[in-house]
């Protein structure tokens, strides 16, 4: 089973060149998409050779790994904080909706927007890693809407719930605009809201 460490994502502490060029290449690849983003873009986006991009990744794939890997382990820690912080099932469930939102919309956007329309770029031996990290986040979901279940706040349905509000969650990148009239906080309450059995 591949671990952070065989998928090359480095501790914040530890090479600053190397994430560097990750957040670069999340950008690239949400904007240009990953197949028409070449090696010299990535070197130019961080004042680098492209053949010295290969000290930190053995390819371009590689990279790709890293950004997806990232993105949600990023996510999937701030996550983990968020409910840890909460006092109630109800806290933890919106902590489900602010978390994911705030990470999607906002600093983790690129990396995780990679992750959602990039997977077909990743080759069959490099996703037993990424899927490995993309549970640990789900199963996070799941715990929380099988707490909030229990105490009849939302329907019983958990895994087909969870399924189905982090499907429209992800589908906000197409359509939520910071100028529009609802922060992505308040955006949060609302779709909480709508499941809500109170």
Do not use: C
Not at 112 to 127: F, G, T
Not at 159 to 177: A, D, I, N, P
């Amino acid at each position: 089973m591949k671990t952070l460490e065989t998928l090359n994502v480095s501790p914040p502490e530890e090479n600053s060149r190397r994430r560097e060029l990750i957040e670069a290449a999340a950008r690239l690849f949400r904007d240009q998409g990953y197949e028409r983003t070449t090696v010299r873009d990535l070197g130019n986006a961080v004042g680098l050779q492209s053949g010295s991009l290969f000290y930190h990744f053995r390819t371009k794939e590689e990279i790709l790994v890293a950004v997806m890997a990232l993105g949600i382990s990023r996510t999937t820690e701030q996550l983990a904080e968020a409910i840890a912080a909460a006092r109630s099932a109800r806290e933890k469930l919106a902590a489900l909706f602010h978390v994911h939102l705030n990470s999607l919309l906002g600093d983790n956007q690129a990396a995780l927007e990679v992750m959602l329309y990039e997977w077909r770029s990743v080759s069959e031996s490099s996703r037993p890693g990424l899927i490995v990290l993309r549970d640990r986040y789900e199963a996070l979901w799941q715990s929380v809407l099988d707490e909030a279940a229990s105490q009849g706040l939302v329907k019983t349905d958990t895994r087909l719930l969870r399924r189905t509000l982090l499907g429209s969650l992800h589908w906000s990148v197409q359509w939520y605009r910071e100028d529009g009239e609802l922060t992505v906080d308040q955006l949060a309450e609302r779709m909480m809201a709508l499941v809500l059995t109170d």
